[in-house]
């Protein structure tokens, strides 16, 4: 405990300097590991990195609170929990997964209006707000200072538009939400509304963004955390089916770009 509780403290005030934190996505040990190695400060799960690894199209509650240890276990850095809408729709049932994510080794944990369901994709605003209270009450009762990010995810769902995911960003907030977080922000001109619009920190994801928006920028908007999602496990599914349908033709000019067994070893070295 007394490991996580640093490493609780140390995630909470990387939220609290002037310049972003940049929260990289790894699925596994490995790519945890190569992540540390590269001089990040913090980790993030990625529940669709954790599917791409297991070969479904979505990961189950307790393929999340496994991959939270594995990560947690990884490395010493601090490890927010992608925990999807807490695989529940009730309030009080969500909010469990949150204490389940501390218990499984995360630091930080993400709670997310999207229902899961096609024909409605976000909940309704008063329950998506006492959701977001429910974990809120949840993570403040834990043994560590857990930060806890309440996601609007109505832009990726083509539900209403920037407006309303400000108005739930701002209820999040006064719900207790510890940084607030709209999946689907594109340009530095959505960012900067939200960013205003609101007194806690925001995170911009840079999977759904203009890939042109450089660190710098995001940081004179005053964004203080980017995180990329499940963009590096596509990014390297990408690599592995470009090198595998080389291989399937009879080419095989990929071994040329493979990383080195020293460069892997370095990384993976206790």
Not at 118 to 132: H, S, T
Request: charged share 25%; glycine share 8%.
């Amino acid at each position: 405990m007394t490991d996580q509780l640093a490493a609780a403290t140390r995630f909470r005030a990387l939220h609290e300097r002037p310049e972003p934190l940049l929260l990289p996505n790894p699925w596994d040990a490995g790519t945890a590991r190569i992540l540390a190695s590269l001089g990040f400060e913090a980790l993030a799960t990625t529940s669709f990195g954790v599917a791409n690894q297991l070969g479904r199209t979505r990961a189950d509650r307790q393929d999340i609170l496994d991959n939270c240890r594995v990560l947690s276990e990884a490395t010493p850095l601090p490890v927010n929990a992608d925990l999807e809408n807490g695989y529940a729709d009730d309030p009080a049932e969500a909010a469990k997964m949150v204490a389940d994510a501390c218990a499984y080794g995360a630091v930080g944990a993400s709670i997310e209006d999207a229902t899961g369901d096609p024909r409605n994709p976000v909940y309704d605003f008063g329950l998506a707000v006492e959701r977001v209270r429910a974990a809120v009450e949840v993570a403040r009762g834990l043994p560590v200072p857990l930060v806890l990010t309440a996601r609007a995810e109505n832009l990726l769902y083509g539900v209403a538009g920037l407006d309303e995911a400000i108005r739930r960003l701002r209820a999040f907030e006064e719900a207790g939400a510890d940084v607030l977080y709209a999946p689907g922000l594109r340009t530095l001109d959505q960012m900067r509304a939200v960013v205003s619009s609101v007194g806690k920190p925001v995170n911009v994801v840079m999977g759904f963004a203009d890939p042109a928006i450089t660190l710098e920028q995001l940081a004179e908007i005053g964004v203080r955390r980017v995180s990329i999602g499940g963009a590096l496990s596509r990014f390297a599914l990408s690599a592995f089916l470009d090198g595998a349908r080389q291989m399937r033709a009879g080419r095989f000019g990929f071994v040329a770009e493979m990383a080195s067994v020293s460069e892997l070893h370095e990384a993976f070295h206790p």
